[in-house]
């Protein structure tokens, strides 16, 4: 696989989307004092009901994978993967402030 050094530029908006929702993930559920309950994806779920830090080694991998994969895609593939997970993230990140009562422009959508 080839790196394409046009596509580095795209993991940073990736990884400080990503690390903003992996953080708001593990506030989220201790704020809401759901047990690691409120995750709906079923991989995320079971590494929060193992705890922190495993949650934070699995998110640093899958970031880490999402980057490698957005560096050796070609480069319009690589842009187009570079917003839909800096979208997925920014949704991910706007649930859990709205659960935290937190109102942004986006509540009518969410």
Not at 17 to 27: A, E, F, H, K, N
Request: hydrophobic share 55%; aromatic share 10%.
């Amino acid at each position: 696989m080839r790196i394409r050094r046009k596509n580095l530029w795209l993991c940073l908006p990736v990884a400080v989307t990503g690390v903003g929702d992996g953080i708001l993930t593990l506030v989220g559920n201790n704020i809401t004092g759901l047990g690691w309950g409120w995750e709906r994806s079923p991989i995320w779920h079971w590494c929060l009901q193992r705890g922190a830090a495993p949650f934070g080694l699995v998110w640093v991998a899958y970031l880490v994978i999402i980057g490698a994969i957005i560096v050796c895609a070609p480069v319009r593939l690589g842009k187009v993967l570079c917003v839909t997970m800096v979208l997925a993230h920014t949704q991910g990140m706007v649930s859990w402030l709205g659960l935290a009562g937190v109102s942004s422009f986006l509540e009518p959508w969410v």
